[in-house]
Nanobody
Framework: QVQLVESGGGLVRPGGSLRLSCAASGRIGTISAMGWYRQAPGKQRELVATITRDGSTNYADSVKGRATISRDNAKNTVYLQMTSLSPEDTAVYYC???????????????WGQGTQVTVPS
């Protein structure tokens, strides 16, 4: 199995910035795509950003220009840097990876437990 541990959430002032980290561990064979999703109260979980193993990125329109996703393949870690935060960014942020376990042949999705980011109005 693969475990994900997120860190970096908390209370952020409007206009401030944050950096989230997500480290994968366990019986990891290969990690392909990594990403961040978020879920605000009363809303569905939505994509924030994804990054492929070779570094190609994709961002939600709502965070383009304010977010940067990156990864360290040697550390099996993905990061999300966001700036100019507003109350609309308040949500639980979830890390997601597509990984294949050692000796496995199938990639599956793994999710972190989520980290709360709150930007007060």
């Amino acid at each position: 199995q693969v475990q994900l541990v997120e860190s970096g959430g908390g209370l952020v002032r409007p206009g401030g910035s944050l950096r989230l980290s997500c480290a994968a561990s366990g019986r990891i064979g290969t990690i392909s795509a990594m990403g961040w999703y978020r879920q605000a109260p009363g809303k569905q979980r939505e994509l924030v950003a994804t990054i492929t193993r070779d570094g190609s990125t994709n961002y939600a329109d709502s965070v383009k220009g304010r977010a940067t996703i990156s990864r360290d393949n040697a550390k099996n870690t993905v990061y999300l840097q966001m700036t100019s935060l507003s109350p609309e960014d308040t949500a639980v942020y979830y890390c997601n990876v597509a990984a294949r376990v050692i000796y496995g042949s199938v990639y599956r999705d793994y999710w972190g437990q989520g980290t709360q980011v709150t930007v007060p109005s």
